[in-house]
């Protein structure tokens, strides 16, 4: 594969210890006493105390919103749950004969308390609300708590509290970064520890989900945002570009690599990627990010379909002539766009796929947010006198193995 766009990649190590000393620290100051600290580090840091939002602000929120907003808003709300109610099926209770009179199955339990962070800085995200929020709904989650910051007015952006308003949110809180995270995962005041922890964050709130997993369980720790894009001759070059460049404005860390079978489609992209550039009102964010994150290459499908699996991306497009069928070259991503029409953007807001996913190559090893996400497999085992009986001495032999005695006496006592 011949790279024509490849940036030097340049990890800030030391940055990284920083943000973990910050961290650790935070979480310290919030684990001992509370919310004493929560406030101080609120005051410090935001200019304001932690408080818990008004469900009547929320309701106001929604209803003071533009009727067209109201309109796009209610149809992703519809789409992604739709898809996620879907998901709740496959997750049925299960048992099975494993042998004569040994039963074993699982049930599927909602954990029964979550957190979910929404990010609210360089943009307002209503739709990471209805990415976090409607799967834990369908997954049947008990509590389920919005932690959003407070914005430079104290006030968390009225979309994204109108968000909450639209989905019946009943307990949300102005609170951000690592500070939140250590509030919900260890309680502070009126805030009550959750048993889980999801949602995308800066490089704070994903460190501090990192130091907090053990106490409670998280999604993933996202890092910036990413797309692969895989084309042939049948590709458009503007819809290539425009699809890169939408995920390059996410943030100046942002990726997007274009791995194309055709030279001539990649260098059309290119031109077409610096000409969207040139009158972009987010260019400031994207340019930095073209330069630093943007990777186009040319090869054949099959040394593409190879190198996009050890890369693992958040977001895999296939602009081929036939996406469906190409698709089996491909087992490393978290969500994949089928067909030059099914850009990112879609599944980043409305067309019901969830856009918390997997990034910087943890593709290979989880996948992303869904209503799985929030449901513990709960095994269970019944065996008859008989069926204890018959697996008593062969079990009893692998105890005495590994050396545990009382695990021998335990299954011999049912050979009787």
Not at 34 to 58: H, T, Y
Not at 64 to 73: C, E, F, G, T
Not at 289 to 315: C, F, M, N, R
Request: glycine share 10%; with cysteine; net charge neutral.
């Amino acid at each position: 594969m011949r790279f024509i766009k490849r940036p030097e990649v340049v990890i800030g190590e030391d940055l990284m210890r920083e943000v973990s000393d910050k961290v650790e620290d935070i979480l310290s100051q919030i684990k001992k006493k509370g919310w004493e600290s929560l406030v101080n580090i609120c005051q410090s840091l935001d200019g304001i105390a932690p408080f818990r939002i008004n469900p009547k602000d929320m309701t106001k929120a929604w209803r003071d919103l533009s009727q067209d907003l109201k309109d796009a808003l209610k149809m992703a709300e519809k789409n992604i749950r739709t898809f996620h109610r879907a998901q709740r099926d496959i997750f049925k209770t299960f048992e099975c004969d494993v042998a004569d009179g040994i039963k074993a199955g699982i049930r599927f339990i909602p954990v029964k308390s979550t957190a979910i962070y929404v990010p609210g800085g360089r943009y307002p995200l209503p739709s990471s609300v209805l990415m976090g929020v409607i799967p834990a709904q369908e997954a049947g989650v008990e509590r389920v708590v919005v932690l959003t910051p407070p914005g430079k007015e104290g006030n968390p952006n009225p979309v994204t509290l109108a968000a909450m308003g639209l989905l019946g949110v009943k307990e949300a809180w102005a609170i951000g970064g690592a500070q939140a995270v250590a509030a919900v995962a260890f309680g502070a005041g009126d805030i009550k520890p959750v048993d889980f922890i999801a949602g995308p964050g800066n490089v704070f709130v994903t460190e501090a989900k990192r130091q907090v997993f053990g106490t409670v369980g998280i999604d993933g720790l996202a890092g910036p945002s990413e797309v692969l894009i895989v084309a042939d001759e049948s590709a458009d070059p503007k819809f290539l570009a425009a699809d890169m460049i939408a995920q390059l404005e996410h943030d100046p860390n942002a990726k997007a690599t274009l791995l194309a079978t055709d030279e001539t489609i990649a260098e059309k992209t290119i031109k077409e990627a610096l000409n969207i550039l040139s009158n972009l009102e987010t260019a400031s964010i994207a340019s930095i990010s073209w330069e630093k994150g943007a990777t186009i290459a040319v090869g054949s499908l099959q040394e593409i379909a190879e190198y996009a699996d050890k890369i693992a991306p958040e977001h895999l497009e296939l602009a081929l002539k036939d996406p469906q069928g190409k698709l089996q070259l491909f087992s490393c991503y978290g969500a994949a766009f089928l067909g030059k029409y099914s850009s990112v953007p879609f599944g980043d807001y409305i067309a019901g796929t969830n856009h918390v996913l997997p990034t910087g190559g943890s593709a290979r090893f989880q996948g992303g947010l869904g209503v799985g996400t929030f449901l513990r497999p709960m095994q269970h085992l019944h065996l008859s006198p008989k069926a204890a009986a018959m697996l008593a001495l062969h079990g009893a032999t692998i105890a005495r193995a590994e050396g545990l005695a009382a695990h021998e006496i335990a299954m011999k006592l049912r050979h009787m």
